[in-house]
């Protein structure tokens, strides 16, 4: 009965964090109780060099008889955003990447975000626009569009303002550093797991091929230890305090 009872607990909460990205927008807008007016001074430490959260949203094509391509987030993560990460180490704060799948205007879209200077995010940007893999995706209408964030907006410059507004303060302000952790993992996962594979040819589809491996091989191993190694231990972290889980 516990091995039954257990198995049950897994579907349940892949379920939620599935459909979480996949059916939730990407920031609620729900208002949380009312608390005290907290303004940026006293929440963020004075910085020399103004930062701010910006966007570099990856559209993929998704043709309305064919299930989400959820494999090239895997590509695009690995192929273009970790050079980026691996350049501008020091100038990126923090960083995440956001995945999500729905029939809707936004589609199948792999997105990263990233808290930077101006000036950053501009040779960000750049080394993105110029990617010759990116180029020959767009080319081959796997991938659909690019999309950036205007560098001249410059409303998200507090760590916590791209967090659930629902949120308390205190959650929005840590929430970046734990996502940005569970990022890296996903993102080492794929490093590790991909060098495993017999090198792919230069050519693109072998590589997409790959990367479908890899994705089945992630897949299952979140499936067998994601309640362990993931659930389990951050439960145990918040000293197992009951969740109100939200379907």
């Known amino acids: 009965m516990k091995e039954v009872f257990d198995k049950v607990r897994l579907i349940i909460a892949t379920i939620v964090l599935v459909q979480g990205c996949a059916l939730m927008p990407e920031r609620e807008t729900v208002s949380s109780l009312s608390r005290p007016e907290i ?10 060099i103004p930062k701010n959260w910006w966007y570099v949203r990856f559209k993929k094509s998704w043709p309305e008889s064919e299930p989400a391509a959820w494999h090239y987030d895997l590509l695009l993560a690995h192929q273009v955003i970790l050079p980026i990460l691996t350049q501008y ?21 792999f997105s990263f975000i990233f808290y930077s200077s101006v000036s950053d995010a501009s040779n960000i940007y750049a080394a993105i626009r110029q990617h010759d893999l990116l180029n020959e995706l767009l080319a081959m209408e796997l991938l659909e569009s690019m999309a950036f964030e205007d560098l001249t907006d410059l409303s998200n410059q507090t760590i916590a303002d791209t ?7 205190e959650m929005q302000q840590v929430w970046p550093y734990y996502i940005m952790g569970a990022s890296q993992t996903w993102l080492s996962l794929v490093d590790i797991i991909y060098h495993q594979q ?14 479908q491996t890899v994705s ?15 659930l389990h231990h951050i439960n145990a972290l918040f000293g197992y305090v009951p969740l109100q889980v939200r379907f």
């Open 39 to 48: 303004k940026d001074a006293d929440v963020e430490p004075h910085r020399a």
């Open 216 to 230: 089945n091989i992630i897949d299952l191993g979140w499936m067998r230890y994601g309640k362990h190694a993931f």
């Open 198 to 211: 017999t090198p792919a040819p230069d050519d693109l589809d072998a590589m997409v091929e790959t990367y």
């Open 89 to 109: 180490r020091e100038g990126i704060e923090l960083w995440r990447f956001h995945r999500r799948a729905h029939r809707d205007d936004k589609g199948a879209q």
């Open 163 to 169: 967090s659930d507004v629902a949120w308390p303060i």
